[in-house]
């Protein structure tokens, strides 16, 4: 349909009529505005982008062109929380004509059942080529001063708590938001990170995001906290400017997700059906990964990343074989193969080695360009023995590639890095970006390590290996594209527990924010929350109950799971840890039976190609009951329900790990109605029942 | 000898005695002075470095140790101007204490017989490890204000015509003498570059550069024109720091030559003796290089580098088999063929492609990150035939590898361009760096590209590569120890004369500045200087006459050197041409005849591995009579000398091509006085006399 110059609103709505995008030019501005069900949701939100040295992108147009279409195709990916993904939206692709500048730009516009993505795209033509971004001025007017669950807008760390406020309040509160990290650049007093999740005083859920984030720079949201108006606000690069772009080009999706239903948020597909369907004709070396690792021994400093204690070491002069080890170094041959044994008899697929190499003595805070080389390792870890012991026990190894911010340094040793993971036995890597970006100036979130990020992963499906990248961009969805990129931590993890300790809530929040743009390595699995059993140097704790812990494995969602307690702490709970051994990670459903952001979440899960299913449950610091119905079990079927929970007298900090077991039998009719602990929660396994002598001395629910 | 606190100064000589080196500490700061022959060359100046976020280490210094030592050696150059070199000086190393941060910090001093040399160094301590440089505060106190030939201190480019002026009167010429340049930032209007010459009123010479210059930012000077003080001026980052150092570590060395003989400042060896010895185990893959190449016609806009008229180019996206060609592309698979026949015909090594490979349709003025890939040709130029076809010829190609500033783009693709080249008969390459530096905010001559440089000639090294590395830095003696670096441009060369024209003694001053740190790909030669002969649309000419294109070969020392004209233009003038195929470009031993800065200068060389001496005058814009002696041929001996010069009535401007070939015979005794026209000079290629029968018919000279 084409509309003439200056005349109506373009509208369409979802394919089930429940949401509506108007899109129109105001004075030659272009504005669009969302509203579900009859209640706006986005405002009138101005749209466009502020150039450098060349007339803005802002205003001055009119509409040159409409395009209207329609788009419905299931797809099925690689790995995730479903088998089967919906992709249907109605999509309105507008092209606006600058004509002062003869210059043209298209906004597209793509509306869902749960929500709105849209885009700028500049097509090929003579007066719009190379043009570098001052600042992209995408509005999200909002309805009302709305609770919103923020971060501080940060260039370079999203490892913080959440802050659960109304928005006005986020001003006020931000500098007590602001935490130390080895790396971090706030930008503003009402500066937050995407996604963004908000709720509206009559109960409406909301969640900002982008999708698709490729060769441009990460998008915050600044707040006009007089006018309720979330607007972007890019990542610069070392000289202020935000983007440097050459038509034809797109951007990334700017994504509005909206529901009545905390669980739609989170069943969202926005995100992923946005991005481009994948990119490798062979994903068979893709696989989900469970693991352990020679990691949390060093987190919780019982024991150090580096061979020696000297101040610093220079690669390729420093001879490892003429220093005095400390005695402290994990990543041992001996300590690893005792890792490796302990995946071999508990089923796990992967064991991470951090510390093998050369150079943890120095490696954090010294702004060091030459940091590692990953491919060194130090004298006590001998590569071949730990390969030959892996391959003979039938266990992967999972390489760690820090690179300490130093990513010239990092793509200067790619290629081999990878080919040594390849030659010896190590099909993915955690890599990491802790510190200071080397080059100076840049921050983890610019275009520039946009850039560099999808290269180590583009790369390393050449090699077919796996990618779990720390400290890099939040996700935004690209797994689809690139399933090799298997899970990202990008937030704040279970590490920081045994750093300082994290509000009990997190997890109740994360799977609303961190969790819409892809899956988070989160490292669950804590058993011995109180730090200073490990380390009688500190005196932290996991703010979580051990039968949580469990749960995370099925509330936050990830291909990529790790045990990442000590081996003896699982062994000291052996009736607990079979339900990390039973859990799946990989998934042809998943049904959200509760949710409510900040106070608690409940999954349920059916195991990839069978008729068992996994439920989870996380609590926030008030004890809560849960009561749940098994009506997504076949209404046909008998399964045998494991349920892992609190005890009545469970706290997160004064009695966290008391659990109790119970085995019962249950079908679709059944109901639970269970009891958790502040800073707790539950975890079910539920077998689908094959044969009725299973069922002997068991009871229902 | 252990001086005690606070007590008086050290002191050295030259072995001849000639130099005299004095250290001290006053209250607490390093000073040093040099005098030669009694004459203060420089007076008191201060040593030390301002550090950021810690004390610096400026004062508060005690001396700690005192070490004098000799140093006597004689070392041959895989190419250069000389069979031998010796290396002999007198050292004394200075360790400083500085009490209140329990820091040590050594600065070592070598005396030569023609200067000095001296630098930093930070030993392995508990106290100074990792630290960054806010600037270097190394002063070179000169006596008096002397006249400069002087460039603008520019942290990305130094393709300027120098200034000759009093030190005093270069603030006031700072404003003229800045020039746009594809990348260009000047940082003060007393800010000079290095080398650095400098003529006393009473006619003694003095040269300012550094040697070594690895893992370090760029020197400059920065003049305080009250006190007649130079300060080095170290190129920033990003985030204007000037260098991130790990102790151990050294600094580039300092150099200060000087001579009451100009010929002793172009003859000195202090920088290469101020290098690591060669580092290659095997050098047989390096060899001097005697080229022509597809280029010309372009820079002087005969044709194009592109292939299309296309304003921007995606590669991997534009289809150019689809696109059409503008056809004025230069690098077609017949032009290439028609340079190997020429260079072939003509005995040349080797035969220069540049714009063979995609991208050039928007290389520069873009900041384009993916600009090109090294590696995929146009439609038109076919990488095979060329091989064959040069293999056949028993001629080399030589690649070229612009990287359009884009220096994380050439790393990406580097080790598959250098393989690329080591499969299709390429033993060299031109690399250039035109236009700002990505990643932004970082500059040609800082720490990070320094860095770069290195890694590209290091791995060069690896696959057997040869590097002339045009934008780079320029050089600082660093051939010595990676003879594979044959050569940089880093200076004004002959494509500014298509360009705007340079002024007619401008290669008076070269030898004496930016040859100082090694050679230059000057790529002279051009017989045709009008450049609207070659393009309509242009008005620029070459500022020489023929005669003085030929003495550039000697006059401006370079393993590697080009024969830049277009083959037509040979063809018309074979008996000049007739020099180019006849002169040498590697040494045994050379001579400095007669040499004035800015006037003329004169040099003789001895062919490797001859007896055959070739001469070189170039000249300034007045015409002068050149009065030499040939005693620096064997007493014993008979040569003809071929003399090429210019016709009494040539000029650079309106009679260039004016020039006369004399055959004579030579001796020991001969003597020679030949006018120069403005902007002219004359070439003269000796050869020993085998046999009686070549001596007929000619004369003695």
Not at 91 to 109: P, S, W
Not at 164 to 176: D, H, Y
Not at 383 to 405: F, I, L, Q, W
Not at 569 to 585: G, T
Request: hydrophobic share 35%; aromatic share 12%; with cysteine.
């Amino acid at each position: 349909m084409l509309f003439t110059l200056g005349l109506s609103a373009q509208s369409i709505k979802s394919p089930n009529g429940n949401f509506n995008l108007t899109f129109e030019l105001k004075d030659g501005v272009p504005v669009y505005q969302l509203s579900m069900g009859g209640e706006p949701i986005v405002k009138e939100s101005k749209l466009g982008l502020e150039l450098k040295d060349t007339p803005s992108l802002l205003g001055g147009f009119t509409i040159e062109n409409t395009e209207e279409s329609t788009f419905d195709e299931t797809w099925q990916p690689v790995w995730g929380e479903v088998k089967d993904i919906r992709n249907h939206y109605n999509e309105l692709a507008v092209t606006l004509n600058q004509k002062e500048t003869a210059r043209k730009m298209i906004i597209r516009f793509r509306v869902f059942d749960d929500g709105l993505g849209f885009r700028y795209e500049f097509p090929e033509q003579d007066n719009l080529i190379y043009f570098v971004i001052k600042e992209e001025r995408t509005q999200f007017a909002m309805t009302g001063d709305h609770t919103a669950y923020w971060i501080p807008g940060d260039f370079d760390t999203q490892e913080y708590e959440y802050n659960t406020s109304k928005m006005s309040e986020i001003r006020a509160l931000m500098a007590g938001a602001m935490r130390g990290n080895a790396s971090t650049t706030t930008f503003s007093d009402t500066g937050v990170q995407t996604s963004l999740l908000l709720k509206t005083d009559n109960g409406t859920f909301i969640n900002l995001h982008e999708a698709a984030l490729i060769e441009y720079s990460c998008m915050h949201l600044e707040l006009d906290d007089e006018n309720m108006i979330f607007e972007s606000y890019l990542t610069p690069d070392a000289v202020g400017n935000k983007g440097y772009m050459q038509a034809p080009r797109v951007t990334p999706w700017r994504t509005v997700i909206a529901s009545k239903n905390a669980g739609d948020i989170l069943m969202s597909h926005i995100t992923l059906n946005l991005n481009e369907p994948c990119a490798y004709d062979d994903t068979s070396w893709i696989k989900p990964v469970k693991y352990v690792g020679v990691w949390w021994e060093m987190i919780t400093g019982k024991s150090d990343w580096a061979y020696t204690s000297l101040p610093a070491v220079q690669l390729g002069k420093t001879d490892f074989s003429e220093t005095t080890p400390s005695g402290r170094h994990g990543a041992t041959t001996e300590n690893v193969k005792r890792y490796i044994d302990f995946a071999a008899e508990h089923g796990f697929d992967a064991v991470l080695v951090e510390g093998w190499n050369e150079g943890w003595e120095d490696w954090i805070g010294k702004s060091k360009d030459y940091v590692f080389d990953f491919l060194t390792p130090y004298p006590d870890f001998d590569v071949d023995e730990v390969r030959e012991y892996a391959k003979a026990k039938g266990v992967k190894m999972m390489m760690h590639h820090e690179t300490s911010g130093a990513v010239r340094n990092y793509e200067r040793h790619m290629d081999k890095a990878y080919q040594f993971m390849v030659d010896n036995g190590y099909n993915s890597v955690k890599s990491g970006y802790v510190g200071n970006i080397i080059p100076r100036g840049e921050h983890h979130y610019g275009q520039w390590l946009v850039n560099h990020y999808q290269y180590a992963v583009e790369k390393a499906a050449e090699y077919k290996i796996m990618v779990n990248a720390h400290e890099a961009v939040r996700p935004t969805g690209l797994s689809r594209t690139y399933p090799n990129l298997i899970a990202n931590e990008s937030a704040r993890g279970t590490e920081y527990e045994a750093f300082v300790g994290t509000k009990a809530e997190h997890t109740t929040i994360l799977p609303f924010t961190r969790l819409i743009g892809g899956p988070m390595d989160y490292t669950p699995g804590i058993f011995q929350t109180d730090i200073s059993k490990i380390n009688p140097d500190r005196d932290t704790f996991v703010h979580t109950t051990l039968a949580r812990q469990l749960a995370l494995y099925v509330t936050m969602y990830s291909p990529l799971q790790m045990a990442a307690d000590l081996p003896e702490h699982y062994e000291q709970h052996m009736d607990a840890f079979q339900f990390i051994k039973d859990v799946a990670i990989d998934w042809d459903d998943t049904k959200v039976l509760e949710a409510e952001p900040g106070d608690f979440i409940t999954y349920a899960r059916k195991a990839k190609g069978t008729e068992n299913w996994f439920v989870g449950r996380t609590n926030d610091e008030i004890g809560r009951t849960s009561k749940i119905k098994f009506d997504f079990l076949d209404a046909d079927k008998k399964y045998i329900a494991t349920i892992y929970s609190d005890a009545k007298d469970a706290h997160y900090e004064t009695n966290p790990q008391a659990y109790e077991i119970k085995k019962v039998i249950v079908t679709s009719k059944s109901k639970l109605s269970q009891y958790c602990a502040p800073g707790g929660g539950y975890a079910i396994s539920i077998m689908e029942v094959k044969d009725k002598s299973e069922l002997k001395g068991l009871k229902r629910l």
